[in-house]
């Protein structure tokens, strides 16, 4: 189910407060899910940025909102927001850091957070692989970004590191 659902139905008290109505605890229908039935196997859609969290593709859910609302995600050569609902089949374009393009194709759904390992069956990646030319790109970009970080102060053990060095400890 994804985040955001609600478990159980939530009844208003007449004072501004909402509670949970007691008793066993039954799903919710909501506005970016659809099934035909309770199990995981029958989802028809998920919102995006669930599935890309869920499919490891992003560390978090906030992290795939951000790409999406940057433009960073496609739908089927769409730009896509984060509660566009995702269908098996629909082709996904990710851009990357450094210019890099990742390509899937959605295999399964899944709402629930599963092994790494099943998260990549729910993917097909038509990513190519990089090119020497980029891997050298990428190298080089790493060494300016190291060469122009400016240096920090040494923290409490360098300090002392340094002290020791000095012969002043």
């Not at 992003?58 to 730009?79: D, H, L, M, W, Y």
């Not at 759904?109 to 099943?118: I, T």
């Not at 891997?135 to 300090?159: G, M, S, W």
Request: net charge positive.
């Amino acid at each position: 189910m994804p985040v955001g659902c609600r478990l159980g139905a939530q009844a208003d008290d007449g004072d501004g407060r909402r509670a949970v109505t007691g008793g066993l605890r039954k799903p919710v229908e909501c506005a970016g899910m659809v099934r035909d039935d309770n199990t995981s196997a029958s989802i028809e859609s998920i919102r995006l940025d669930v599935w890309l969290d869920v499919s490891c593709l992003f560390k978090t859910r906030s992290e795939a909102q951000r790409a999406c609302k940057a433009g960073k995600i496609a739908v089927n050569r769409q730009p896509a927001r984060q509660n566009r609902l995702l269908r098996r089949g629909d082709e996904l374009e990710i851009n990357r850091p450094y210019g890099r393009k990742q390509r899937i194709i959605v295999r399964s759904l899944e709402d629930r957070h599963v092994s790494k390992a099943r998260a990549r069956e729910l993917y097909e990646d038509l990513t190519p692989a990089p090119t020497p030319e980029e891997i050298a790109a990428q190298k080089i970009e790493r060494i300016y970004r190291a060469a122009v970080t400016p240096p920090r102060a040494p923290d409490k053990r360098e300090r002392r590191a340094l002290r020791r060095l000095r012969g002043r400890d």
